[in-house]
């Protein structure tokens, strides 16, 4: 169990195009699941936390209408980048926050690679 | 403030012992996490320890808490070119359900 997808895993776009990156926990219900960036040889960066229903909360830094974030079921979330340029070339990766009690349980998708040409 | 610091690089032969450490700055953490990404993939939960825990094991690994100088580590019995990955300790601040992640160590199996 404790399944979480991403869709698609690679995506080549071209400058100034949006680019819609899908996150969906398979088995299991998530009303929060998260969005990281992560750079080559780097950890991952927290970008913002997706709540089911509700507007995404988005860390220092990260701007709000550039990364476009919709958790519209509580097994679907979507990253949007708008107006791709090349220094949003990155791997994208979403978690699923697993209904486990107090226990802070995030199962990880496998990671979207985004180059922008 | 929260900071995880993990060194950024291990080669150990294949059957050694593999130990990776972690340091952590937030002593308000509930549960410490390892997490596996292997090249081009997404981060694998290995195990977890609760903050009131000092050892658990879980088959071939073994998670030392040490809560008194907040360190961390993982250690990978017997280990093989298939734990060849990037190993993330990660700690959970205040229980607010996000995560904070150490930089990785790269761990390089030879045979």
């Known amino acids: 169990g404790a399944v979480v997808s991403q869709h698609p895993s690679r995506v080549i776009c071209k400058s100034g195009t949006s680019v819609k990156i899908e996150c969906r926990s398979l088995?299991?219900?998530?009303?929060?699941m998260f969005w990281y960036r992560q750079f080559p040889k780097q950890s991952l960066m927290l970008m913002a936390t997706s709540n089911e229903g509700s507007k995404a909360t988005y860390e220092q830094g990260v701007e709000k209408d550039k990364f476009l974030i919709n958790h519209a079921s509580l097994t679907l979330s979507t990253l949007t980048v708008t107006s791709a340029h090349p220094e949003d070339s990155s791997f994208y990766i979403c978690?699923?926050?697993?209904?486990?009690?107090?226990?802070?349980?995030?199962?990880f998708g496998p990671g979207t690679r985004l180059t922008v040409t | 403030g929260e900071d995880v610091e993990q060194s950024l690089f291990l080669s150990v032969r294949e059957g050694d012992s593999s130990v990776i450490n972690c340091t952590y700055t937030d002593s308000s953490s509930t549960y410490l996490y390892w997490y596996k990404q292997e090249p081009g993939a997404g981060l694998q939960l290995l195990t977890y320890i609760f903050s009131n825990m000092d050892m658990k094991q879980d088959q071939r690994l073994t998670v030392l808490l040490n809560k008194k100088d907040k360190h961390l580590s993982l250690r990978i019995a017997d280990t093989q070119t298939g734990d060849s990955a990037i190993y993330f300790c990660a700690e959970d601040p205040g229980g607010y359900s996000t995560l904070t992640f150490g930089k990785g160590t790269m761990l390089l199996v030879s045979p």
């Open positions: 978690s699923a926050l697993y209904p486990s009690g107090s226990r802070n349980e995030q199962y």
């Open positions: 088995d299991f219900q998530a009303t929060t």
